[in-house]
T-cell receptor, first 111, second 114 residues
Framework: DAKTTQPPSMDCAEGRAANLPCNHS???????VYWYRQIHSQGPQYIIH???NNETNEMASLIITEDRKSSTLILPHATLRDTAVYYC????????????FGSGTQLTVLP | SQTIHQWPATLVQPVGSPLSLECTVE??????LYWYRQAAGRGLQLLFY??????ISSEVPQNLSASRPQDRQFILSSKKLLLSDSGFYLC?????????????FGSGTRLTVV
């Protein structure tokens, strides 16, 4: 699976959009981009995933660049409960191979 | 959708004692199953994964072992715990061939070896 690079930490004001970047310059054509988040002492929670097109669900939006070498997770109206570590992962869908979780981005939403 | 049951939630064990953590999956058949460990402030480290009953792949050499006696049951064990085995253990599953099914994680077991 391709390696990803994320900033170690970010702050965001409550109610504002949180934009979390991820670089995955070695991504292969059949690898999806997945985003998870982990609130302290809980299991990671799936947020969203995508292959080429931008995606949106009730939690977030995922913007993938045309060359697929980077992506941005957008939380449109961040709340204090969105404070968590956010992981960007790329992998072949359905593969049994391990997910490689890096250190992620610690997002802190400030009141 | 998948649901993972993992227990216990917390565990304090003395050095040298045995360990058995259990994970069961609901809502899918033939899942791929994974055990991850997370040290404090660190990312997730894959320990074992399994694509079927009795099939275990080990990613990191250690004094832990895993078994899959049933399709939706995954067990992490140790004969003698070390202090370095302390951490947050997570069971996860994926559905083979289903791109819309990313990883589903259990709620984790926090193990403290004393």
């Amino acid at each position: 699976d391709a390696k990803t690079t994320q900033p170690p930490s970010m702050d965001c004001a409550e109610g504002r959009a949180a934009n979390l970047p991820c670089n995955h310059s070695t991504i292969s054509g059949n690898e999806y981009v997945y985003w998870y988040r982990q609130i302290h002492s809980q299991g990671p929670q799936y947020i969203i995933h995508g292959l080429k097109n931008n995606e949106t669900n009730e939690m977030a939006s995922l913007i993938i660049t045309e060359d697929r070498k980077s992506s941005t997770l957008i939380l449109p109206h961040a709340t204090l409960r969105d404070t968590a570590v956010y992981y960007c992962i790329v992998r072949v869908a359905g593969s049994a191979r391990q997910l490689t979780f890096g250190s992620g981005t610690q997002l802190t939403v400030l009141p | 959708s998948q649901t993972i049951h993992q227990w216990p939630a917390t565990l304090v064990q003395p050095v040298g004692s045995p360990l058995s953590l259990e994970c069961t999956v609901e809502g899918t058949s033939n899942p791929n199953l994974y055990w991850y460990r997370q040290a404090a402030g660190r990312g997730l480290q894959l320990l074992f994964y399994s694509v079927g009953i009795g099939q275990i792949s080990s990613e990191v050499p250690q004094n832990l072992s895993a078994s899959r006696p049933q399709d939706r049951q995954f067990i992490l064990s140790s004969k003698k715990l070390l202090l370095s085995d302390s951490g947050f253990y997570l069971c996860a599953s994926t559905v083979p061939g289903r791109p819309n099914y990313g990883y589903t994680f259990g709620s984790g077991t926090r193990l403290t070896v004393v």
